[in-house]
């Protein structure tokens, strides 16, 4: 019997078998079991069966993750994602399951940096906080890596944009 939280289609040694739950008899082996779920990942069990043995298979698969970083100097500052608490800095490759988030950073419970964070399968989402000493202020400077791009904010992506086609004019 193979049971799975979600429903998931189930192959055996490669071969698409049905969907959970599924009650099935096979004979005495070596086996290889997957359960597929294209929102989550894949869960994979070898399985010796002897003669009149039975097994029951119960799988909860996970939701796909990616790594988030939040570097920086000072540390305690609490790190929420949609509202929640999740961590205070610095905070070192933690999974989250894959998704889009409101990424929220407080110093005694005031908020010093928001932004909306995407994170893909298997990637990486890293928020650098430098504190940056003003007259009369604290604030952030920020640099992002998402999912093992660097992106460029504010005017240097603007520049860039405005040079890309002046630049392949030239060609």
Do not use: W
Not at 12 to 32: D, H, M, Q, R
Not at 76 to 99: A, C, F, K, R
């Amino acid at each position: 019997m193979v049971v799975s939280t979600p429903k998931a289609h189930v192959f055996i040694n490669g071969k698409n078998v049905g969907e959970t739950p599924l009650n099935l008899t096979i004979t005495p082996g070596n086996y290889t079991i997957q359960l597929y779920n294209p929102d989550y990942l894949v869960y994979s069990l070898n399985v010796s069966l002897r003669d009149g043995e039975r097994k029951l298979i119960n799988a909860t698969l996970k939701h796909p993750t990616f790594k988030l970083r939040i570097l920086t100097k000072e540390r305690g500052l609490e790190v929420y994602l949609d509202g929640e608490l999740i961590g205070e800095t610095p905070l070192n490759e933690t999974d989250v399951p894959v998704g889009i988030y409101s990424l929220t950073i407080k110093r005694d419970g005031k908020t010093i940096y928001n932004t909306t964070i995407r994170g893909e399968r298997g990637g990486f989402v890293t928020i650098s906080l430098d504190p940056i000493e003003l007259p009369g202020e604290t604030s952030l400077a920020k640099k992002e890596t998402r999912n093992n791009e660097e992106n460029i904010c504010g005017p240097s992506l603007l520049i860039l944009t405005a040079l890309t086609p002046a630049l392949a004019r030239k060609r």
